[in-house]
């Protein structure tokens, strides 16, 4: 593949209906067959056998009532089995497996992470929540619990891999805070005692990329020297590739601070969810995309994962689109492409898989339409 | 001295959903119930925290607004002159938290839809709203800074006209952005509640102010006596409760009613908010002081939410004690 304007896969992806219902011990039904058969046959891998594996579950859940441990981790494994193809499928160079294991990212580490109590469910957006709980005592971990998933998956895809775990900053923003005097010190103890044990098992594993998740990182702008000191303390040390993703955020409030952050190769950021919609390589067409002359200033060695297709709304970009916020960021950033990352603005869960699919494509075909201009 | 001062209570916002509640969103959207059903759910919920503000000799009840999606939602889809789609438009960060709102973009002069605005103050007799420059700043425009203000306001006298021909008797205007302008404004933003409330003098109006009112400072205005001011516990200690915006000078005329925010931020931590003493209340000569909370509700799980109104009406009752000992 060009190493030009790779693509990368940002956060999560909606997991198939099949693989939720029967998670939740429900039935799996013929449409859920037909369904994960179907998909099967659009990305490329044998629709006979997946319908094969989930007739028989089909099968012995309504002889048994239920499926067993062993056939949900099928029904599992094949979801991300779907989730990778369809990654690749859609000329994605970057992948993970959608976070098909995660249920969401602040819930999914706390309920792993011991001193902490939930409190309830908070409004994100729309209709959409999640659950917030309170730290009631020194946080620790039993285990680290990013390597199955990625055990699993490097055995699905040749793709460079990069694996999003969910910081410190953020999940002590995230939470209330019952056990420590200031926020400092409860990002800190996450930082070097729940996160940090979690990158070291990756890399123990073989992972060579960690994204680490933190769309809280400018809530409070006065503790962004506190976030920068929190990621410094995650990773201090450790031989890896490492990159930040924050979203839906004012960028200004991150400078000068990040240019404190020690071994941060790359930071994947939102632009289309404000950006212009119509075509143009300008300032005034592409104002979210301005302040990625912030980042060159501040970070120059850092490559940007940049978000050039929105994850809120079903409305597909063009391509062309894509393409002009691709070569305004490389002039922005200083006219290399190799430092751009094209992607999603984010993880695309509350699309229809469809949908990030066709995302996830114009992503790469705008990509690929920027390559070509550039190397004209 | 009197001490005659009648202490009331009031409950502003979006009240948190129930799991059910939430559960049964998801559901419809995905078609597994209907429209109907949800109305229903909406219904027993939206009794339920009535009842609890009932329970907790809550004054001014609000009805938690459960079917808004933020706090600016129904009143842009109710007005033309905002970009279409406003559940399409860019997800936004809600100040510094890390629940979000659709930003809407105004694009042409605003004329609300008084059909519509009506179904939001229909059988109410006390809402809370937005105050009108929060409302700009978290608004994007096509217009310059002049005209988008001028529209908001023109909005919000529409507003308020409904409001008050729908039998609405009082209003909490939340200014959550009075300080942390992201464009500059063309006046303080209480000029503009001043105007509010000059203009209906016959509506109740509380003005609560949730940012940091210290770096406002104070501003020589004549404080119309429908007019009540909040004055938060941060702004208490750096400006003291007479005088803010230079009210209670012996050159202005006091507003007869006065706001305290009792309940700051949404920690756990059910701290007792520190109340001026009875004394120093019985000394600003006011007639009505009405206690409320800070908190955005919606930010909280809705047991917390619940704890809050508990708190809220253990506050009044103790505050009234003390003063009716006096």
Redesign the interface.
Known sequence: MSELLLTQEVGSIAKPDWRVQAALGNEITKAHVLDAAREAASLGEDPVATEDILCAIRHDQQLHGEISDDQLTIIKDLSALHTVRLQERAGIDILFDGEQDRSEMYQYAIERTRGFDWRGRVRAFDNRSYRKAACVNTPSIDEPWHTSEVTRLQQLTNHPIKVPITGAYTLAAWSYNEQYDNTRDLTLSLARDVIRPNIQALLKSGVEWIQIDEPAATTIPEEVPLFVESFNESVAGLAGRFSVHICFSDYSTLFPYVSDMDNCDQFSLEFANRDGKDLGVDAAHRPAYTILGDFARYTPNAGIGLGVTSIHEDALESPELVRDRVIYAVDAIGGDPTKIYPSPDCGLRTRSRDIAFKKLQITAEGAQLARVQLQA | MSNTIEVCSAVHGIA??S?DL?RA??DL?RGRITPETYEALVATETDDWLALQADEGVTFREDGKLTW??HLRPIVKATDGFAEDI??A????WF???????QPTIEDSLEANNDQIDQLFAGKGYVSLLAPDTFTQLCASELDEADTAQNVHSLYKQLFDRAVSSGVERITLTEYAATDFVRSVQSPPIEGVVALANTFPGLAISYLQLGNAHKVGTIPLVCPPNLGLEVSETAQRNIGIASTYGFGSSKTQLPKERWQAVIVG????LRTPELPSPQTILQSRIERLVLTHTTDL???????AHEKIKQLGEITSQLQEQLGAL
């Open positions: 948190p959903r799991d939430l969103g998801t959207e999606a933020d559940d399409a860019p997800v936004t960060r510094e938290t890390n629940t979000f709102y659709r949404d920690s756990t931590v919606q930010l909280l799980p809705l047991p917390f």
